[in-house]
């Protein structure tokens, strides 16, 4: 297996675990109400699409240049998909949080499909904040995509960022072991990193859509793996 397609394998990982820190939720329910009579019966459903800068230099960390620009998810009620395919579809990766905040990882490299499933409180896969970062939240408000959004301040060791985010939409307990449990709602700017990448994530896109319970099955013909199986196996490819 070449260099480019190990790295962008890793890529899909590290998308997928940033994800988990925006949508792993114990509830995804109360949706807002001036918007609950646009799809009937299907309120608690719809799409966003976020935009990803990567603050790392391609000359620091190669495996940039191979990651995706945009990363989707998909939420109904308390359950969350996000799905990212690339470089000819060689390989696919997606994140799927289950009503009882469980997840499964899954990760297809050509004809190999391999699963690796966390009950819940156990923790999301791949996910690091760095320890001295700390959350200042402020008066500051702002419109996205909409929604009345919220407004904080991250502080590194070295930059401040801001962080914006919605409670129109409740979202519950989705940031369990970092400074951003301070937070009530879903967050539509935010940075986080994974894997070593710092990155900054921005909500671009929001569709309001009815999604099938189908959306949350993994597919039978997945091997489950453990944690101690899949860190080898991606270490092993970023060798």
Request: proline residues 3%; contains cysteine; negative net charge.
């Amino acid at each position: 297996m070449s260099k480019k397609i190990k790295l962008l394998i890793i890529s899909s990982l590290v998308v997928i675990c940033v994800v988990a820190i925006i949508v792993c939720a114990d509830q995804l329910s109360g949706l807002w109400g001036k918007t609950a009579n646009i799809i009937s019966g299907n309120t608690n459903s719809g799409s966003f699409k976020y935009k990803i800068t990567y603050l790392s230099k391609e000359e620091e960390k190669p495996v940039v240049g191979l990651l995706p620009k945009t990363l989707s998810l998909k939420y109904k009620d308390s359950c969350v998909v996000i799905d990212v395919e690339g470089y000819g579809r060689i390989f696919k990766s997606t994140f799927i949080k289950h009503s009882d905040n469980s997840t499964d990882m899954t990760l297809r490299i050509l004809r190999d499909k391999h699963k690796l499933h966390t009950n819940p409180g156990e923790g999301f896969y791949g996910l690091t904040l760095p320890a001295e970062t700390t959350l200042e939240i402020d008066e500051t408000t702002d419109k996205i995509l909409g929604f009345d959004c919220h407004h904080a301040l991250l502080h590194t060791a070295d930059s401040v960022f801001e962080i914006y985010y919605t409670k129109e939409i409740s979202v519950g307990q989705i940031y369990e072991n970092t400074v951003f449990d301070q937070l009530e709602g879903m967050p539509l700017k935010l940075y986080i990193e994974m894997a070593g990448i710092p990155m900054y994530l921005e909500a671009i896109e929001y569709n309001r859509i009815a999604v099938e319970d189908e959306a949350f099955v993994v597919p039978d013909d997945y091997e489950e793996i453990s944690r101690e199986r899949m860190d080898k196996y991606f270490s092993d490819l970023s060798k």
